[in-house]
């Protein structure tokens, strides 16, 4: 009787249990998908469809090391399977049946390392700011199965797809030997070795990969996604600048460090530096997904001023600095005003002992390229976190003291600066001689010469003649030009022996009305030479401008100004006169209260200025200003001619005589060299 009832209710046990465990098994196999190709079908913007193959070609899987090597990477690999993964998915197959789309479809992970950045972006196309880790993701070292996880989300809607690896993927072991080698030695790193190729050869290369993944629909509110996804993902809350913290006492033990590694400095002169290391217009910003808002206190009343602008990425760069790589992440406002902020550059928050987060920034009014390689190399206002405590800056100060006293000017005086300003030069005299009379207004302590391109003696060899005869041994050349990027710079880079040729001639060369230009022949010259940026869109110019309109302006809210530049004269250069100009106009705007300011180029590029006017005149009273820098030809002749039975006020100036100009030539020398007292 005992024997029957225990096989009975053994029976009975194991019947329960496997209705159990089939209930269970229904349930853990929701979502899990098997991979049973080694492609992958990618949508470019333009609507074609690329087809990649695991491991061969542009997704071979290697990682650049800094070296200059490669070495075979798992976490593309990873990437490349969840991207498959998704595409396996009926849901997502439906919406997108050509593949996974690169303008409609941007990439979250938890997966923190550059692999999805190396496959996403570097090898197959997607913008960097579309491809971002996870808010609070995992600190890289100490990744686990649950932060393989990678999520794919459409730019228009509230919902993602979410794709996550099974433990499955990944060896015995993998994790715990992984995190020793990156947080231990060489032996660490041997042991994890063997195991990593494994994981490649062994559990994600084999075709099919069985339930290797599960793809869930969810909602971007799940997992906090619209943080992530926002701008300044990674830079929300409040900051305030390093120059705020200069003046307190708990710094003096830091400058005092500093100046006893660094000869002939003072601890006051070490302060000095770090002001001006520091300096920013804000003492504190406000950060929230898309917008900055920057808070100035004023030094006499006290009140606080806060200008807010909201940016757009641009994307990033890397560039050197010294022994180091800065990545710089490139934000632009799309806010009308504060051309003080127009351009933001910016690292990612981080910390050099763990508990001190700050990050980098650069800002203002002119193009990206100037603010990472032409504003003065020690430059850097740090932002850190609101609340962090002056003794706990000045500790990372002394824990670095060698480093800081490094980037300390030598005063070593063998260093002889001087200043080249250089203008294309023109057959009128008058034209010359306003260029001449600004370089005399120039106050700089610094010996200060003039050459021009062409249409004058006094050319650029002789300007470096005589600057060299007065021992300077280091030129700041800084180019009267009302933009950066044109066949003109390129010439002056070749005759300054900064290029090795002259750049290719465009056949318009929207100098139809004047002369042939003159043979340019570099200089011979040993001399260090540094090319500032030209006058582009700063703010002095719009100044410059704001104040010839409002000779001629009369009901504002009625009127549109029209700047007149001459274009550039290839597709690159005319992009940037674009870019400069819509600057421009647009802080001309602002500055006046106009209904609306455009602007056209008379020489070279669309927009034509005389479509500009035609157009403009339909909706209001049109105000023309050249944008030229010495009253000639252009201003008298050629814009007029080309409006030509159009209606519209002139306002026929030139950017001289305005002392403005000889600010901004000084300016542009300080942004190259710090301050010398």
């Known amino acids: 009787m005992f024997k029957k ?28 998908l098997t991979i ?28 650049l090391l800094p070296e200059g090597g490669t070495k075979q990477c798992f976490c593309q690999r990873l990437a490349f399977r969840s991207a498959q993964a998704l595409m396996a998915t009926e849901g997502f197959t439906a919406l ?15 997966w923190n390392t550059d692999g999805a950045e190396e496959l996403f972006v570097d090898n197959l196309g997607w913008a960097d700011y579309d491809v971002k880790i996870k808010l609070n993701a995992t600190e890289h070292n100490y990744l686990t199965a649950e932060d393989a996880v990678f999520y794919f989300v459409p730019r228009d809607g509230d919902t993602a797809w979410k794709v996550s690896a099974q433990a499955k993927l990944f060896p015995p072991d993998f994790f715990t030997l ?91 002169d070490v302060k000095d530096f770090m002001a001006s290391m520091y300096r920013s217009e804000f003492g504190s910003m406000e950060i929230n997904k898309e917008t900055v808002t920057y808070y100035k206190t004023d030094a006499i ?19 050197p600095w010294g022994e180091h790589q800065v990545e710089w992440h490139r934000f632009e406002s799309v806010s009308e005003g504060a051309a003080e902020y127009a351009h933001l550059i910016a690292t990612k928050v981080h910390s050099h002992d763990g508990d001190l987060s700050h990050w980098h920034l650069r800002y203002g009014s002119s193009s990206f390229e100037n603010l990472i390689n032409y504003a003065d190399p020690m430059w850097w206002p740090t932002a850190f976190a609101d609340g962090s405590p002056a003794l706990a800056i000045a500790d990372d100060m002394l824990g670095e003291a060698d480093e800081f006293a490094m980037m300390l000017p030598s005063l070593d005086s063998s260093e002889n600066i001087g200043v080249m300003v250089i203008a294309h030069g023109s057959d009128e005299t008058e034209w010359n001689q306003a260029v001449a009379e600004a370089v005399d207004d120039v106050e700089l302590p610094y010996p200060t010469a003039l050459g021009f391109l062409e249409f004058h003696d006094q050319d650029i060899g002789t300007a ?19 933009c950066s990027y044109s066949n003109h710079i390129e010439e002056i880079r070749y005759v300054l022996g900064l290029r090795d040729a002259l750049p290719e001639e465009d056949a318009d060369s929207g100098h139809e009305d004047e002369h042939e230009e003159e043979e340019l022949i570099p200089i011979d010259t040993d001399t260090e030479i540094i090319l500032t940026p030209a006058l582009d869109d700063n703010s002095a110019v719009a100044d410059i401008l704001a104040g010839h309109l409002g000779d001629i302006i009369q009901q504002p809210e009625q009127e549109i100004a029209v700047l007149v ?28 209260g106009l209904k609306d300011a455009r602007y056209g180029f008379v020489a070279m590029g669309e927009p034509a200025v005389a479509d500009v006017v035609s157009a403009a005149q339909e909706e209001g009273n049109v105000l023309v200003v050249p944008v030229m820098l010495s009253r000639g030809y252009f201003i008298q002749t050629k814009i007029p001619q080309a ?13 001289l005589p305005d002392p403005a100009i000889a600010t901004l030539i000084e300016n542009r020398v300080k942004e190259v060299i710090p301050p010398v007292d």
């Open 96 to 110: 997108y049946p050509e593949g996974i789309s690169k303008a409609d479809i941007r990439i979250v992970t938890k």
């Open 565 to 592: 530049g001459h274009g550039g004269d290839s597709p690159e250069c005319l992009e940037k006169w674009n870019q400069n100009f819509s600057s421009l106009a647009s802080q001309v705007k602002n500055k006046l």
């Open 5 to 32: 009832i225990s096989f009975t209710a053994i029976l009975l046990l194991c019947l329960i249990a496997f209705v159990a465990c089939n209930g269970d098994s229904d349930d853990d196999d929701k979502g899990l």
């Open 301 to 319: 009343s006290g009140a606080t001023h806060n200008v807010s602008c909201e940016y757009k990425p641009v994307g990033k760069v890397t560039v």
């Open 36 to 63: 049973n190709t080694n492609t992958l079908s990618i949508v470019d913007a333009d609507g074609v469809v690329n087809t990649y193959t695991y491991g061969e070609g542009q997704t071979n899987f290697t990682e």
């Open 464 to 482: 470096a003649k005589s600057l060299e005869q007065q021992n300077v041994n280091k030129i700041i050349a800084v180019p009267l030009f009302i």
């Open 178 to 268: 992984r995190t020793a080698a990156k947080t231990g030695g060489d032996a660490d790193i041997s042991a994890f070795r063997p195991v990593k190729t494994d994981a490649m050869d062994n559990y994600l290369k084999p075709i099919p990969l069985e339930h290797a993944f599960r793809v869930e629909e969810i909602a971007l509110s799940a997992e906090e996604l619209e943080e992530s996804l926002a701008v300044f993902a990674g830079w929300k809350g409040k900051w305030v600048s390093g120059a705020s913290y200069l003046n307190d006492p708990a710094m003096e033990p830091a400058y005092d460090a500093v100046a006893d590694l660094a000869t002939g400095y003072t601890p006051d």
């Open 643 to 655: 409006l030509e039975g159009l209606e519209y006020s002139y306002a026929d100036k030139a950017l």
